[in-house]
């Protein structure tokens, strides 16, 4: 019974998984993780783009023409803030992009070894057993490759859950899209 709850939920994590994208699901894993890991970084660069807009807030309040020592110095300063936040923005940027990719192959190694894994560790055992004579000609396709005569192999069971989840996560991303799609339709309405 486990293994026949478990090859469903792994089929419809999967399912789920390639309906949203592997690298939507890492952009929103780098942002938590981002949060945690380059706290430092994040907080700095944060500071830099503070201090940048203040010192262009006084350099337009500042005349270039009757006060050009004091503005030549706040370019000077803003020009520096700049390159710092440049350079936290590069940082996280190179961080980002080196996290998306380990976790994209992590998530796709994880979710199809696991597949693989099963259908090879549990090739000859039998998902379930078949009410007797309720599918006498199909019995042999079900069971194939290896499990028992009346039973359903996890090959077939793993390849019907396939489907079905890949119908009910197509029907449900169908019609949260058709609800989105009414609501923005809907005419407003006067109160």
């Known amino acids: 019974m486990y293994l026949l709850l478990f090859i469903v939920l792994l089929s ?17 894993c780098w942002h938590m993780y981002r949060e945690f890991a380059h706290r430092p970084t994040l907080t700095l660069q944060r500071k830099h783009k503070q201090d940048a807009l203040n010192i262009k807030a006084e350099i337009h309040r ?23 936040y440049d350079a936290e923005a590069s940082t996280l940027a190179f961080a980002k992009s080196g996290f998306e990719i380990k976790f994209m192959i992590a998530i ?19 998902v379930f057993y078949l009410p007797l004579r309720w599918f006498d000609p199909l019995t042999p396709l079900l069971a194939y490759p290896l499990a028992p005569s009346g039973s359903v192999s996890v090959f077939v069971w793993m390849f019907v859950c396939h489907r079905v989840c890949h119908q009910v996560v197509t029907v ?6 058709q609800r989105i799609v009414v609501k923005e339709a809907a005419p407003p309405q006067d109160l």
Do not use: M
């Open 172 to 177: 449900t991303r169908a019609s949260i899209h």
């Open 108 to 126: 796709r190694v994880l979710l199809h070894g696991l597949r693989t894994f099963v259908l090879f560790w549990y090739r000859a055992e039998p």
């Open 62 to 84: 500042t005349n270039a023409q009757d006060e050009f020592a004091k503005w030549a110095k706040l370019k000077r300063r803003l020009d520096k803030c700049t390159a710092a």
């Open 12 to 28: 419809l994590v999967t399912e789920i998984c390639q309906t949203i994208g592997y690298s939507k699901l890492a952009t929103k």
